[in-house]
């Protein structure tokens, strides 16, 4: 039982290029989402999936896209990297609410 | 919309001792659910403890313990007999009730003094 397994850990990008960034658990979990932590401001909510084939913007979708084509794999796509999306990215799931999200060990992004 | 406030940037405590880190949230639902999460220099995320609005009891687990006052919009983490372990930024969260979307704080920074 892995958990929440995010790849890759570190990652630098030239302005404009693409990426994906992976993750996968094998938990069974409905419910992922993906967040990125900056500095003095918390994780914010990027998108979100409640099941295969079911994603939902967040509070900061723009410049990311998801999609979830099976339970255990949420990846989140960087279409043209720029500075601004410099972060830590998570990716977490949960069961249900009440046991809160489990959480991948992140990904550091830079984008220069 | 809601809103987490951790109004405590950073904060430290002597090893064995007790502290307590506050957090307060703005919202007028009534179904909600509140987490403690901490980031070790690691930078994984975890989870420390977990309170359901509606539950009168304050939550436990271990040397953790929440002050939980819903009127008040206060949800307080008390961390008893401090280990050098504990050292940590700590974030506070609200979940609406069936949304499954953290709001989190900006966190606390502790560090424990041996």
């Known amino acids: 039982n892995a958990g929440v397994t995010q790849t890759p850990k570190f990652q630098v990008l030239k302005t404009g290029q693409s990426m994906t960034l992976q993750c996968a658990q094998d938990?069974?979990?409905?419910?992922m989402s993906w967040y990125r932590q900056d500095p003095g401001m918390g994780l914010r909510l990027i998108h979100y999936?409640?099941?295969?084939?079911?994603?939902d913007q967040g509070e900061v979708p723009n410049g990311y896209n998801v999609s979830r084509s099976t339970t255990e794999d949420f990846p989140l796509r960087l279409l043209s990297a720029a500075p601004s999306q410099t972060s830590v990215y998570f990716c977490?799931?949960?069961?249900?609410?009440?046991?809160?999200?489990?959480f991948g060990s992140g990904t550091r992004l830079t984008v220069v | 919309a809601q809103t987490v406030t951790q109004s405590q940037p950073e904060m430290s405590v002597q090893e064995a001792e007790t502290v307590t880190l506050s957090c307060t949230y703005d919202?007028?639902?009534?179904?909600?659910?509140l987490f403690w999460y901490k980031q070790p220099p690691s930078r994984q995320m975890i989870l420390v403890i977990r309170?359901?609005?509606?539950?009168?009891q304050n939550a436990t687990e271990n040397r953790f313990s929440v002050n939980f006052q819903k009127a008040a919009k206060s949800f307080s983490l008390k961390i008893s007999d401090s280990q050098l372990g504990d050292t940590a930024m700590y974030f506070c969260?609200?979940?609406?009730?069936?949304?499954?979307?953290?709001?989190f704080g900006t966190g606390t920074r502790l560090k424990v003094l041996a």
């Open positions: 977490a799931s949960s069961r249900q609410a009440v046991d809160g999200y489990t």
């Open positions: 938990m069974n979990h409905e419910y």
């Open positions: 999936s409640v099941g295969a084939g079911i994603t």
């Open positions: 919202t007028s639902e009534s179904n909600y659910y």
């Open positions: 309170q359901e609005a509606y539950k009168q």
């Open positions: 969260a609200f979940m609406r009730s069936g949304t499954y979307k953290y709001i």
